[in-house]
T-cell receptor, first 114, second 115 residues
Framework: EAGVAQSPRYKIIEKRQSVAFWCNPI?????LYWYQQILGQGPKLLIQ????????DSQLPKDRFSAERLKGVDSTLKIQPAKLEDSAVYLC????????????FGPGTRLTVT | KNQVEQSPQSLIILEGKNCTLQ??????????LRWYKQDTGRGPVSLTI?????NTKSNGRYTATLDADTKQSSLHITASQLSDSASYIC??????????????FGAGTRLAVHP
């Protein structure tokens, strides 16, 4: 079974630029998550999708971050404009459904904002 | 406030030795507790998941315990190997109305196993 795919793996941008990350979840997984993991900290949930609907985006900085999952499969996370404090690893995870189902994580995208 | 605290923050042990990592949580309403292993540059991988009624669960050389009364969990690693060098993250799931589960992550314990 293929795992969660993410691209790019690394990205370096200057502050105020925009950037987009892509995630392809495990086939058949209805729930998709985007996490932000700052160095030395645990992941923080940014947004959770159930199919193509948003379940939880309470910690998403909506003035600069946006995410979509138009066809209920793959998803993109965008930052515009980026700030220095956005430097982090952005992890995508998927699960069969929400609730207590196991979450499977992708390798992450390491973003450096200079 | 829902929080998960882990200790120690980092740990160095010699290959072949055992170690125990700690997790304290203040999460309500509790659904389950998970331990993840995160290798450098990779996403977290699940080691164990325990519900309220489970006291212990093993996965090879990894054994997790849960005391729901004191809201504490531990992860014991037996006969450590160099490949155990990683961050170990304790994650507690809170279950809200409508069946929605939210994961609260600890900051992790960074383990280094030296030869």
């Amino acid at each position: 079974e293929a795992g969660v795919a993410q691209s790019p793996r690394y990205k370096i941008i200057e502050k105020r630029q925009s950037v987009a990350f892509w995630c392809n979840p495990i086939s058949g997984h209805a729930t998709l998550y985007w996490y932000q993991q700052i160095l030395g900290q645990g992941p923080k949930l940014l947004i959770q999708f159930q199919n193509n609907g948003v379940v939880d985006d309470s910690q998403l900085p909506k003035d600069r971050f946006s995410a979509e999952r138009l066809k209920g499969v793959d998803s993109t996370l965008k930052i515009q404009p980026a700030k220095l404090e956005d430097s982090a690893v952005y992890l995508c995870a998927s699960s069969l459904a929400g609730g207590a189902y196991e979450q499977y994580f992708g390798p992450g995208t390491r973003l450096t904002v200079t | 406030k829902n929080q998960v605290e882990q200790s120690p923050q980092s740990l160095i042990i010699l290959e072949g030795k055992n170690c125990t990592l700690q997790c304290n949580y203040t999460v309500s309403p509790f659904s389950n507790l998970r331990w993840y292993k995160q290798d450098t540059g990779r996403g977290p991988v699940s080691l164990t998941i325990m519900t309220f009624s489970e006291n212990t669960k093993s996965n090879g050389r990894y054994t997790a315990t849960l005391d729901a009364d004191t809201k504490q969990s531990s992860l014991h690693i037996t006969a450590s190997q160099l490949s155990d060098s990683a961050s170990y993250i304790c994650v507690v799931s809170a279950k809200f109305s409508g069946g929605y589960n939210k994961l609260i992550f600890g900051a992790g314990t960074r383990l280094a196993v030296h030869p």
